[in-house]
């Protein structure tokens, strides 16, 4: 109708078409690329964890082999949790009072002790007990700055006796499987601020947390196998097969799981057709296509799914060099998937008017502090810090090996369970 | 030596210790209310908060979309020029096509720089437009609000006299009651780095004026009252009486205490 | 005997050392009208309010002008405020010796040009076929619309 065009014209800016709130017309969106980095951050955080806590709480041995690379990997990226945060607020100097006068009736504020709580009372204290004997071995065999930042990680307990060893492996244990619903609690509560938001109708949905946790689990334990074999290879030794495989089933379990539960998020929206659902299915068709359909639905989800599905179904047929290799592309098509699924739904979600009558258009920049190049860079920092920790703590140069067996009993040290 | 430190001793001591420590606050806040007592400030004295109860209410059919209120917000309350703390949409539903049974056609809404200056005539011909009408929209003051109930700091709140407010020197500028709001009436102050909104003009309401969109509105679309302390015919009073009203986006469960009469089915 | 293995003795004591430095750290951080009315600070109540009001209100006109208010009330724009055409009138209750800019018919305009979406009961009329090149003045008394000057 000719009236359309005309009434475009008169109201069409460069930042909007059809109607939106006088308020939505900004330059970027309020939530930017540093919202969405955060909740990446904290689902690698949360899925390696889970994947550690299988060698501990349903005892497969066959993963030892990466089980402190995990928890190193959930700390490095725990570390620089926050930093997305601070960068992002209005007043980062106030930052505090989010624990000083916690408002209980807001997600946000149980950030404050949640990250504390996960940071201090699981991570910290598993890693502690796990690598207590080792920390008390290293400071009398090492010099000079290493043996002083082992001995200060000892808390000064030195006593290695075997109940002391028994009660380190039974500890660990018991903080893992409470570290298991706390993980659910620290990526669950992100996905639960986007839920609770039912002004917006591409958020406010029962199903958002439980697809933040699901996608989480799946970003973290990608990211273990895509960092084993990265270290493998800086390494120059053979992955360890059996533990590959396993994880790689892990995987597949927990992409099918979180494929079924998206894909039920959408199924039910076009199916109830609620009230914005013609904004929201042209969001999706036409801003979002690249990301949603192209990035996130077919290369971060489809593609492994059916990959590592061949794998499941065709087992040790596939050479162990092709299966590398699947698994190395898979996991990283999943971590771009992933990241491609906080995009569109934190972006997304501020793409569309609140009057359901209009969508805005936004600009990246690459500088400033919404920008691109803060973002990357905080993706990077982990990476950083992981390197720093596998220095320290994971070394091939150190006496003992990592290999502990609840129970406090070593194993001998076989080459492939090396790292 | 160890005879007289017993592990009764010392975590008698240290039992002691916390206990000290978990008093403070309730220590201080006794300390606060005295000091309360004793401060003087700029605000108007004497003014009780929680013996009054503000309500804007709004004649959708006597707004002539002029834009003056818009106006008169921005310059009572220094609003930066591309946010507003209220605005005025233009609804223009056209014919149905000719035949084809419906009961209307397609709905424009435009609000150019918020109405501040009125609107230019519509492009849609005269003869198409089946009806149109002026809504100003503010904050809606909800009893329920969601933005308050999101806040993880406490720094916007509902006062006792049912005005929604933001505590600009203690926001840390998150931006999650700019998200829950549904009506948009939230934004990002860019000056304070803090969320804003409107205030009600709650520096007015304290001393006994009405807010500066009240008071310049030129054909009484906007009504305004204490429902605590009405006056001698009240028009806020009539207006409830004499209209059948409704709140914007009720089926939310905000609550919003702005009333509306005269709103249509495509207003969102 | 139960004797406390060294590694919880240990961390009990940092737990309890973490404990006590968030209550201080709270004490000391807290805002002391923090939880006055509610979940925020009770001071934020007045440094809102005291903001200095910007438009002077019709009740202010009323106290000087008397004449003028009972007139408006007279007819249609009975609810006027004088500052929605006479703009800003602070500095001239500050110093009445300071007079407002005179009026221009742009503002009559304003609310009164014709447009299908304003309401029928307002007066409207269309700027280029309404008397050209005359002023509004000419033939409407402002404060009292029914009257011809």
Request: aromatic content about 10%; charged content about 20%.
């Amino acid at each position: 109708m000719d009236a359309t065009i005309l009434t475009n014209v008169v109201d069409a800016l460069p930042q909007f078409d059809g109607y939106v709130y006088p308020n939505e017309r900004t330059l970027h969106p309020l939530w930017s690329v540093l919202i969405v980095v955060y909740p990446y951050i904290t689902g690698l955080v949360a899925g390696a964890f889970i994947m550690a806590s299988l060698v501990r709480v349903f005892k497969l041995k066959a993963l030892e082999p990466i089980y402190r690379l995990a928890l190193l990997t959930a700390l490095a990226f725990m570390l620089c949790a926050t930093l997305p945060l601070l960068f992002h607020l209005g007043h980062p100097e106030r930052c505090f009072e989010i624990m000083m006068t916690p408002h209980f009736s807001s997600p946000m504020a149980m950030f404050g002790f949640v990250y504390a709580w996960y940071l201090m009372a699981v991570l910290l204290l598993e890693l502690w007990f796990d690598y207590r004997r080792d920390f008390v071995e290293w400071s009398k065999t090492e010099t000079g700055l290493r043996s002083l930042i082992y001995r200060a990680f000892t808390l000064g307990v030195t006593d290695l006796s075997a109940p002391a060893l028994r009660l380190d492996a039974r500890m660990g244990r018991i903080i893992s499987i409470v570290g298991i619903p706390s993980a659910f609690l620290l990526h669950g509560y992100v996905g639960f601020i986007f839920g609770s938001i039912k002004a917006n109708p591409w958020w406010g949905n029962v199903l958002m947390p439980i697809i933040f946790i699901l996608s989480a689990v799946v970003s973290g334990m990608a990211l273990c196998v895509f960092t084993y074999m990265f270290l493998c290879w800086a390494r120059r030794i053979t992955a360890d097969m059996n533990c590959l495989d396993l994880m790689a089933r892990f995987l597949f379990y927990a992409l099918v799981l979180d494929a079924t539960i998206e894909g039920l998020d959408w199924l039910h929206r076009l199916y109830s057709a609620e009230e914005g659902i013609d904004v929201l299915r042209s969001l999706a068709a036409s801003k979002l296509f690249y990301t949603l359909l192209i990035g996130q639905a077919c290369l971060g989800t489809l593609v492994p799914l059916l990959s590592l599905g061949t794998i499941q179904l065709t087992g040790k047929k596939i050479s162990n060099l092709n299966r590398c290799r699947i698994y190395f592309s898979c996991t990283a098509l999943i971590l771009m998937g992933v990241l491609a699924m906080r995009w569109n739904v934190v972006i997304g979600g501020q793409l569309f008017s609140k009057s359901l009558r209009g969508f805005m258009s936004y600009k990246m920049e690459f500088a400033g502090h919404e920008g691109w190049w803060l973002s990357m860079l905080l993706v990077a920092l982990p990476f950083v810090i992981l390197t720093v920790f596998i220095k320290y703590f994971l070394a091939r140069d150190l006496p003992t090996i990592e290999n502990v067996v609840p129970g406090g009993v070593r194993p001998t040290n076989s080459p492939e369970a090396q790292i | 030596m160890s005879e007289n430190i017993t592990r009764r001793g010392v975590l008698r001591n240290l039992a002691g210790i916390v206990g000290g420590i978990l008093a403070m606050p309730a220590g201080r806040t006794c300390k606060a209310a005295v000091q309360h007592g004793l401060a003087t400030s700029s605000a108007p004295k004497g003014y009780d908060p929680t013996k009054h109860k503000w309500l804007m209410a709004l004649d959708v059919d006597r707004c002539i979309g002029c834009g003056m209120c818009v106006e008169a917000c921005k310059a009572e309350n220094s609003v930066p020029q591309s946010n507003f703390r209220t605005w005025i949409e233009r609804y223009v539903i056209t014919r149905p096509k000719a035949g084809s049974g419906e009961s209307r056609g397609e709905t424009f809404v435009d609000s150019l720089n918020g109405g501040i200056a009125g609107f230019k005539p519509s492009l849609i011909p005269k003869e198409d437009i089946l009806k149109s009408f002026f809504v100003p929209k503010l904050c809606n003051q909800c009893e329920n609000s969601p933005c308050s109930q999101v806040c993880p700091v406490g720094a916007t709140f509902e006062s006792p006299d049912g005005v929604v407010l933001v505590d600009k020197n203690y926001c840390i500028g998150c931006g999650f009651c700019i998200q829950a709001c549904p009506y948009g009436c939230r934004f990002f102050n860019t000056t304070t780095n803090t969320a804003d909104k409107c205030t009600m003009c709650y520096h007015r309401i304290t001393r006994g004026l009405r807010p500066a969109c009240v008071e310049i509105c030129p054909s009484q679309a906007r009504i305004f009252g204490d429902m605590k302390n009405p006056i001698a015919d009240d028009p806020l009073q009539k207006f409830i009486e004499n209209n059948k009203t409704q709140g914007l986006k009720d089926h939310l469960g905000t609550k919003p205490r702005v009333r509306y009469a005269g709103l249509d089915e495509e207003v969102r | 005997m139960f004797k406390m293995p060294p590694q919880i003795i240990r961390l009990v004591l940092l737990t309890i050392g973490i404990v006590c430095a968030y209550f201080t750290a709270r004490y000391f951080l807290t805002p002391a009208s923090f939880g006055q009315y509610g979940h925020y600070r009770g001071n934020a109540l007045q440094e809102i309010a005291s903001r200095e009001p910007y438009w002077a209100g019709r009740k202010t006109c009323d106290t000087c002008h008397g004449e003028i208010v009972k007139k408006l009330a007279k007819a249609e724009h009975q609810g006027l405020s004088c500052e929605t055409c006479h703009g800003p009138s602070k500095v001239h209750v500050d110093n009445p010796e300071i007079k407002l800019p005179k009026m221009s018919y742009s503002q009559c305009v304003r609310c009164h040009e014709a447009s299908p979406s304003r309401p029928k009961w307002l007066h409207q009329i269309t700027p280029n076929k309404h008397y050209t090149g005359q002023v509004c003045s000419e033939c409407h008394v402002p404060h009292q619309p029914n009257e011809v000057p």
